[in-house]
């Protein structure tokens, strides 16, 4: 297989696809926002934060032992050293979600209800019925468009080697269709992952499937200034 650094945005799926690309290939990869005691496991001499600042030393050595790697760039540590991000010679797929509201909506949910640290599973109690506290109508605003802004600056400076996905691309919350499969297995593909069929299907089961999402199109309407919000469509 081909190794890669996957550059996504938080609340784009990564953690499902990464799983799912470890699955697949199987070989280790690292995750850059893994709890602390799971990231020390990962043997590495460097600490997370070194990334900022020496970001190619630190990947020459993770890709020294491992063939992949998740980073959300859009955490400020990692977007102040995006150009090095950019320009490291490996296999880059960029991830991230067209529908900007979504993503800052999700991401402010996620605080709001301690998604990180939540034991495995809470999600499923929010999914549906639920009643959220209501969001603040300038931080989505602020949010919206420093996430344009990145996309933005990462599309302008990468090269024709990325492999780009949309969050759309891979997931449905209502339906999972032929296409997203597809688009999964394009994906294995071009990283020269060969893969089991039954072994494919079971990964789309438990990881991409639209039952596997962690929220539904009604887990948006129990925020309690939702229809506000949605002015920021």
Same mark, same amino acid.
């Given at each position: 297989?081909?190794?890669?650094? =996957? =550059? ?12 799912? !690309? ?36 630190? !990947? ?24 090095? =991000? ?90 999972? +269709? ?12 071009? =990283? ?26 009604? +887990? ?14």
């Amino acid at each position: 297989m081909n190794k890669f650094m =996957l =550059l996504s945005m938080k609340r784009t799926g990564s953690n499902h696809l990464l799983n799912s !690309l470890q699955i697949t290939s199987k070989r280790k990869m690292v995750w850059f926002d893994a709890h602390p005691n799971t990231w020390n496991e990962f043997g590495l001499s460097f600490s997370k934060t070194d990334m900022e600042t020496h970001s190619t030393r630190c !990947l020459d050595e993770l890709y020294d032992q491992y063939s992949g790697c998740k980073i959300n760039w859009d955490e400020p540590i990692f977007y102040n050293a995006i150009d090095e =991000l950019l320009e490291y010679p490996i296999q880059k797929i960029l991830l991230y979600r067209e529908n900007i509201w979504e993503k800052v909506i999700s991401e402010e949910l996620a605080i709001q209800t301690n998604h990180w640290i939540a034991p495995i599973g809470r999600h499923r109690v929010l999914k549906e019925g639920h009643k959220f506290d209501s969001i603040d109508v300038d931080v989505v605003k602020k949010k919206m468009s420093d996430v344009r802004g990145k996309i933005d600056y990462v599309m302008n400076n990468m090269d024709d080697n990325f492999i780009v996905y949309r969050y759309e691309d891979l997931y449905s919350r209502n339906n999972y +269709t032929d296409k997203h499969k597809e688009n999964f297995r394009n994906l294995l593909d071009r =990283l020269d992952i060969k893969v089991d069929e039954k072994i494919f299907n079971n990964i789309i089961g438990d990881l991409m499937c639209e039952e596997k999402c962690y929220k539904t199109d009604k +887990t948006y309407t129990y925020i309690k200034n939702i229809d506000e919000l949605k002015k920021l469509k």
